[in-house]
């Protein structure tokens, strides 16, 4: 799943916490390899299925 550009900031603000957080989730779930970054101009924040199977289940 290709999730659209959005700042780290704009989705503080849509799930109702702060820019570190974001960040610290989002490095976290990098690491554990449930998300991608992809550079440059077509990239952007690649979701695998594995993160999306968890949230929907807990």
Known sequence: ???PKISQETLAEMVG???SRVSFFMNRFRKLGFIH???GEEGGLQVHSSLLNVVLHD
Do not use: E, S
């Open 1 to 3: 799943t290709v999730v």
């Open 17 to 19: 916490t702060t820019r």
């Open 37 to 39: 970054y992809a550079g």
